[in-house]
């Protein structure tokens, strides 16, 4: 069983940058996806990025070129770095990890996760 735990997050003015980190514990989690989503008051959780253990990558369409999803396989630790944040940033951003092999199709769907962190809030300002 994997154990999740965020840090990162806050504050920051609109054009600036946050770090998320999600560092698991337990069971090793470099055979599988770790995923990022965010939920802003009022909306559903939205996918944010994915990462698996290969490197392979994908991030969504409002992020892309702003946030960078990475990985240190060494410490158990991923990353979200986030680059020229807008204020539709702001939502509560968690981690999660798929436990068993899916297909690249289910990486942005919160469904298929197995193991979701506490979630952090990243909130931009104006």
């Known amino acids: 069983q994997v154990q999740l735990v965020q840090s990162g997050g806050g504050l920051v003015q609109a054009g600036g940058s946050l770090r998320l980190s999600c560092a698991a514990s337990?069971?090793?989690?470099?055979?599988?996806?770790m995923g990022w989503f965010r939920q802003a008051p009022g909306k559903e959780r939205e996918f944010v990025a994915a990462?698996?253990?290969?490197?392979?990558?994908t991030l969504a369409d409002s992020v892309k070129g702003r946030f960078t999803i990475s990985r240190d396989n060494a410490k158990n630790t991923k990353y979200l770095q986030m680059n020229s944040l807008k204020l539709e940033d702001t939502a509560f951003y968690y981690c999660?990890?798929?436990?068993?092999?899916?297909?690249?199709?289910?990486?942005?769907?919160?469904?298929?996760?197995?193991?979701w962190g506490q979630g952090t809030q990243v909130t931009v300002s104006s």
């Open positions: 990462i698996n253990w290969r490197g392979g990558n």
């Open positions: 999660a990890v798929q436990e068993r092999f899916r297909s690249a199709s289910t990486w942005s769907e919160p469904n298929e996760y197995d193991r």
């Open positions: 337990g069971r090793t989690f470099t055979l599988y996806v």
